[in-house]
């Protein structure tokens, strides 16, 4: 299995420019996860999808930032205008039901300046 | 609201030593994760504790859980430098979401 997959994996952007950040999660996971990662805020969960479907977006910082998840293969979270408070790392993790772990598994990130 | 705090934030230890890192949490939980993240890289999955009493072993580390004191503790045994890392909790939140701790970073020295 090739894991969860991010692209790109570096984007460096000028501030006011739109960013669209890209997920592959494993295949026949039916959760996904987007979260930030800060040294000052460290890890924080975004947005999470069930099916496709948004179940809790309460971390999604401002309207700033939106997410989709066309089919269960494909998930983008968009940052229009980004600012360079947005710069940090983004993860993309998912999970299925099926094994009552729930344990997340995580793609290699998106590393975001913006300048 | 689930809060989770690890202790120490930075841990510096000679290699061949003994350490315990902490992992406190703020309301129940039943399950509870350690992942390791190397510098610029991303996470990856070490223990997944599902039961109050659990116990885990991989090499040199050893996790386990206690629910009833909300903690759990990630025991490094003759660390070695390949350790050097940061370690994080992660506490469920109802059953998907985690709370991550704030992390550990440890830095074994030769």
């Known amino acids: 299995d090739a894991g969860v997959i991010q692209s790109p994996r570096h984007e460096v952007t000028e501030m006011g420019q739109e960013v669209t950040l890209r997920c592959k999660p494993i295949?026949?996971?039916?959760?996904l996860f987007w979260y930030r990662q800060t040294m000052m805020r460290g890890l924080e969960l975004l947005i999470y999808?069930?099916?496709?479907?948004?179940?809790?977006d309460s971390g999604m910082p401002e309207d700033r930032f939106s997410a989709k998840m066309p089919n269960a293969s494909f998930s983008t979270l968009k940052i229009q205008p980004s600012e360079p408070r947005d710069s940090a790392v983004y993860f993309c993790?998912?999970?299925?039901?099926?094994?009552?772990?729930?344990?997340?598994?995580f793609g290699p990130g998106t590393r975001l300046t913006v300048t | 609201e689930l809060k989770v705090e690890q202790n120490p934030l930075f841990l510096s230890m000679q290699e061949g030593k003994n350490y315990t890192i902490y992992c406190n949490y703020s309301?129940?939980?039943?399950?509870l994760y350690w992942y390791r993240q190397d510098p610029g890289k991303s996470l990856e999955s070490l223990f997944v504790?599902?039961?109050?009493?659990a116990v885990k072993q991989e090499g040199r580390l050893m996790a386990s859980l206690d629910t009833k004191a909300r903690l759990s503790t990630l025991h490094i045994t003759a660390a070695v430098h390949d350790l050097s890392a940061t370690y994080f909790c992660?506490?469920?939140?109802?059953?998907?979401?985690?709370?991550f701790g704030t992390g550990t970073r440890l830095k074994v020295l030769a």
């Open positions: 504790l599902l039961s109050n009493g």
């Open positions: 999808f069930n099916n496709n479907v948004p179940i809790d």
């Open positions: 993790a998912s999970s299925f039901t099926a094994g009552r772990s729930y344990e997340q598994y």
């Open positions: 295949s026949g996971h039916d959760y």
């Open positions: 309301t129940t939980s039943d399950r």
């Open positions: 992660a506490v469920a939140s109802g059953t998907y979401k985690y709370i």
